[in-house]
């Protein structure tokens, strides 16, 4: 049992062997399309990044995270896919990945098994883990042990199956109905404004801020990563109550994605929405293993 354990370690430990080139140059093609940002400013392409911005990050805060993931309120199918539509324009991967990999988050936070620990560096953190193949969240026949509810689903396997392609879809209508500042602003840089606001939940919600609780890893309360993440920077909060629809807990935390989920109650929309009870969830205390730092042989970018 104890050969197991280290062996599953030290394989996670182990530098990555193969990098995602698709996503190093999707990635990189997202955020060259936005510095063209500032030389096709309209105030129509501001007003559709702003409606965008709102539709996609609460497409990855309500639905995905707090809906899909953490099934924190309930509502009817003809509602989880259309708010699923809104996750998928994010454009970070089809549902079923991006809840397996944010449950193996929350089984191993702060823990080598964790995709994303802060531990490992800041930009680790932040996206660099998104690049290198990593067997647990890349791997189907084990991502998808994390999310047999999505997966008997079959809408939502044809969502992941075609999720880039809706934002392929978005992309030709904005630059049909408005040329290349819609397309600009609607799409690019959108996309990589709500890009680093998910990331810095990974990143900085694990480093800096206050700790109402103790969970045995890093996460994080932080009010600046709330405003950029509409509330999800209060992470400490939701690593204590995962199955919470709440965030926010005190007065002064202010969750726009819970306000919204309150709104789909009083709209009739959702239902048993579920907010903290009991004590706060802890994980084991961690082993005394320290995780390395992996030296990522990345192109150099800046953002
Ligand atoms: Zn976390
Ligand atoms: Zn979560």
């Not at 990999?101 to 929350?106: P, S």
């Amino acid at each position: 049992m104890a050969q197991t354990a280290t062996a599953t370690i030290s394989e996670t430990l182990a530098p990555p062997a193969s990098f995602k080139w698709e996503i190093v140059a999707g990635i990189a093609f997202i955020h060259l399309g936005a510095l063209l940002a500032p030389f096709t400013f309209t105030w129509s392409a501001f007003g559709v990044f702003v409606v965008l911005q709102v539709v996609t990050a609460m497409g990855i805060t309500l639905c995905y995270h707090r809906l899909l993931t953490h099934r924190s309120f309930q509502v009817p199918k003809w509602v989880e896919y259309p708010l699923t539509l809104c996750g998928m324009l994010a454009l970070q991967g089809g549902p079923i990945k991006w809840v397996s990999t944010h449950r193996v988050h929350h089984a191993f936070a702060d823990r080598p098994q964790d995709p994303h620990s802060p531990l490992r560096g800041f930009w680790w953190a932040h996206m660099g883990w998104l690049f290198p193949y990593d067997d647990l969240i890349d791997n189907p026949a084990k991502y998808v042990k994390f999310v047999p509810d999505l997966q008997r689903d079959p809408v939502q396997r044809f969502f992941e199956q075609t999720n880039s392609l809706w934002t392929v879809a978005l992309g030709g209508v904005l630059f049909v109905v408005g040329g290349l500042p819609w397309l600009i602003w609607g799409l690019f840089l959108r996309t990589t404004v709500v890009y680093h606001g998910t990331w810095l939940v990974n990143s900085a919600s694990h480093l800096w801020g206050y700790q109402s609780y103790n969970t045995n890893e890093g996460s994080r309360n932080n009010w600046w990563v709330a405003l950029v993440s509409f509330g999800e920077g209060w992470h400490n909060n939701h690593h204590a109550f995962p199955h919470s629809a709440a965030h926010g807990l005190r007065w002064w935390e202010f969750d726009i994605t819970y306000a919204a989920i309150r709104l789909l109650g009083f709209l009739r929309l959702a239902s048993r929405i579920r907010l903290p009870q009991g004590g706060p969830a802890k994980l084991p205390e961690p082993r005394p293993l320290s995780l390395r730092p992996i030296k990522l042989p990345l192109p150099s970018f800046s953002l």
